[in-house]
């Protein structure tokens, strides 16, 4: 089976532009999350999407918006790129939106220059 | 906001010792998990707790749910080289199971380095 997809693996924007990560869940899981993690500290949550619509917002600027799409996979969109924004973007799924039990990508890696 | 205190930052061990690492917080979790992240790949769940108290064993892991919410550690046992990597605490406050979301805060980090 198929773990949780994110593409691309890899990419450098420059300051100001727009990008967008995909991410897909595990078939079945219904539950999307988004975490950023800047090298050398932990996860920090972004956002969760649950049956389309958002259940819980991290403490980040309108600059970074997602959604979720019928077949349950989903963007994450960062607009007016920062130095600071570049990261390992992490997507993981759930079952169900209390379900704690999340499987995680390997992620996106973000380099803005 | 909500913090995760995670100590040590680093280990360095020799094979077949034991490890414990801990993570404790300024304000209650009622669930606690432990990952591990090896490089360039996302966390694998380790140990997932769900109430105050628990200790849960997975192989070699040993972790416990501290009694009072605001805690947990990890232990593993006769360490190997595989076990080489970054180890994570994250707390979990669901407030209407089911029904809230399953936001995660992670703690900084435990860097296990295990000498053959």
């Known amino acids: 089976d198929a773990g949780v997809t994110q593409s691309p693996t890899h990419l450098i924007k420059t300051r100001g532009q727009q990008v967008t990560l995909r991410c897909s869940p595990i078939?079945?899981?219904?539950?999307v999350s988004w975490y950023q993690q800047v090298l050398g500290q932990g996860p920090q949550f972004i956002f969760q999407y649950y049956e389309k619509e958002e259940r819980g917002r991290g403490n980040f600027p309108d600059r970074f918006s997602a959604r979720q799409f019928p077949n349950y996979s989903s963007e994450l969109n960062v607009n007016a790129l920062l130095l600071g924004d570049s990261a390992l973007y992490l997507c993981?799924?759930?079952?169900?939106?209390?379900?704690?039990?999340?499987?995680f990508g390997s992620g996106t890696r973000l380099t803005v220059v | 906001g909500q913090q995760l205190n995670q100590s040590p930052q680093s280990m360095f061990i020799q094979e077949g010792e034991d490890v414990s690492m801990n993570c404790t917080s300024s304000?209650?979790?009622?669930?606690w998990l432990w990952y591990k992240q090896d490089p360039g790949e996302g966390p694998v769940l380790l140990i997932a707790l769900y109430k105050a108290g628990e200790l849960t064993s997975n192989g070699r892991l040993t972790a416990q749910f501290g009694i009072t919410r605001k805690d947990s550690f990890l232990n593993i046992s006769a360490s190997i080289p595989s076990d080489v990597g970054i180890y994570f605490c994250?707390?979990?406050?669901?407030?209407?199971?089911?029904?809230?979301?399953?936001?995660?805060?992670f703690g900084e980090g435990t860097q296990l380095t295990v000498n053959p």
């Open positions: 078939s079945g899981h219904k539950s």
């Open positions: 993981a799924s759930s079952l169900d939106l209390g379900d704690y039990g999340y499987t």
């Open positions: 304000s209650i979790f009622n669930t």
């Open positions: 994250a707390g979990g406050l669901n407030l209407l199971r089911g029904t809230s979301g399953s936001r995660l805060t």
